[in-house]
């Protein structure tokens, strides 16, 4: 099983960021995924997830800015982020909820 996770950066506040994960040795299509955000200092937090079927699910934080989505074809996860703020920067993680199995973190840092 992995999860590769890619497309942080270093984005001015106000811009964007699209964030993928690719999913191999799993049945993809049948997975809950989400993904996850950990600040300096802070606890790992959901910041959406996405079911099967394409429902969705938002922390507060990020509603009306970020928007998961899944491309069962293509075996992968993304996250697109708009509007970004400082308090956006954290390490994300891609992770299947069914299977309760993290991908690595990819760093996204929201500075002028």
């Known amino acids: 099983v992995q999860l590769q996770a890619s497309g942080g950066g270093l984005v001015q506040p106000g811009g964007s960021l699209r964030l993928s994960c690719a999913a191999s040795?799993?049945?993809?299509?049948?997975?809950?995924m989400g993904w996850y955000r950990q600040a300096p200092g802070k606890q790992r937090e959901l910041v959406a997830s996405i079911a099967s079927g394409g429902i969705t699910n938002y922390a507060d934080s990020v509603k009306g800015r970020f928007t998961i989505s899944r491309d069962n074809a293509k075996n992968t996860v993304y996250l697109q982020m708009n509007s970004l703020k400082p308090e956006d920067t954290a390490v994300y993680y891609c992770?299947?909820?069914?299977?309760?199995?993290w991908g690595q973190g990819t760093l996204v840092t929201v500075s002028s």
């Open positions: 992770k299947s909820l069914t299977l309760n199995y």
């Open positions: 040795g799993i049945r993809f299509s049948a997975n809950v």
